[in-house]
């Protein structure tokens, strides 16, 4: 069972919230009434009512008035986002990225315009627990990794099957594993991230941080955190916008290790804004090797 959602999205400019992606209803809230509607006129007239016309090809319109459009949404919506996002102006970005989020001709305040949008009346959390209970899909727990991994010559196989991640470091107490997943479900962005998983591979047991780090090497990444993000040792961890939880430093859940080095991996919203990207932190692993048990 579904139930309706239709999601919205308003963009802060100035004291007003404005709907996000500019349509017409952002227009007349933007603009003096006869100003919005010769400008809602020239838009509807030149491309349509219903369409949606990317902010780059709004700028090349010979048209002042609709350009005059263009440059309050490049202005204001599309410049500082873009550049925080992806460290360029949108007009140096490929147009099929600004043309993700463009201007709809249309009073259509919904951020999708799919004509089926809804959530799990029950929530996702009974959607999965149902998933999980059907049939045909088996649930295990307690399972030992041995009895379900194979190290070999050629990589590592999962129930006979050769698996499929990137093997960064073997050494005989530690195999490390390495995943990325890239997402793109519509909108503004995509979804990055990487993974990794340490093994024993003597024992095939999956390995916590507490098992790979002595307690002193939170306090050694922090340190070294803090340098990096200019963050004084007498201030908050959180006190130039990073949100760790309680407002304590944490290692991430990502750790990979390689011959020479040591990544430690925050992926996008776990300690910072999406536009932050992944927080890389990387250790020579000689300097770290005083830290790890299991090398």
């Avoid at 590592?156 to 793109?184: H, T």
Wanted: hydrophobic residues 35%.
């Amino acid at each position: 069972m579904w139930t309706s959602f239709q999601h919205e999205v308003v963009a802060q400019v100035g004291e007003q919230l404005i709907p996000v992606p500019f349509n017409l209803n952002t227009l007349h809230m933007v603009f003096e009434k006869d100003k919005a509607e010769e400008l809602e006129k020239k838009l509807t007239d030149t491309y349509g009512y219903g369409s949606k016309v990317p902010i780059m090809e709004l700028r090349k319109s010979e048209d002042a008035g609709i350009r005059e459009i263009a440059d309050y949404v490049y202005q204001n919506i599309f410049l500082y986002y873009t550049m925080k996002q992806w460290g360029q102006r949108p007009e140096e970005v490929s147009e099929e990225v600004t043309s993700r989020v463009p201007v709809l001709i249309s009073y259509d305040n919904r951020y999708f315009q799919d004509r089926y949008q809804g959530m799990p009346l029950e929530g996702y959390t009974s959607m999965f627990q149902k998933l999980l209970n059907h049939p045909n899909i088996q649930v295990e727990l307690g399972v030992k990794a041995r009895d379900r991994l194979e190290l070999k010559e050629d990589g590592i196989y999962f129930d006979g099957q050769l698996f499929e991640g990137e093997v960064i470091y073997k050494s005989d107490k530690l195999v490390s594993i390495r995943f990325e997943l890239a997402l793109f479900t519509g909108g503004a962005h995509g979804y990055t991230s990487v993974s990794f998983l340490n093994f024993d591979p003597e024992s095939g047991r999956l390995l916590s941080n507490n098992d790979l780090f002595s307690k002193d090497f939170i306090k050694y990444a922090e340190t070294r955190f803090r340098e990096i993000n200019k963050i004084p040792e007498n201030e908050s961890i959180n006190s130039t916008g990073f949100f760790f939880e309680e407002d304590t430093f944490q290692l991430p859940q990502n750790i990979g290790f390689h011959s020479n080095k040591v990544v430690l991996i925050y992926n996008a919203y776990e300690i910072a804004s999406y536009s932050e990207g992944n927080i890389k932190l990387e250790f020579k692993l000689e300097e770290a090797k005083k830290y790890i048990k299991n090398l």
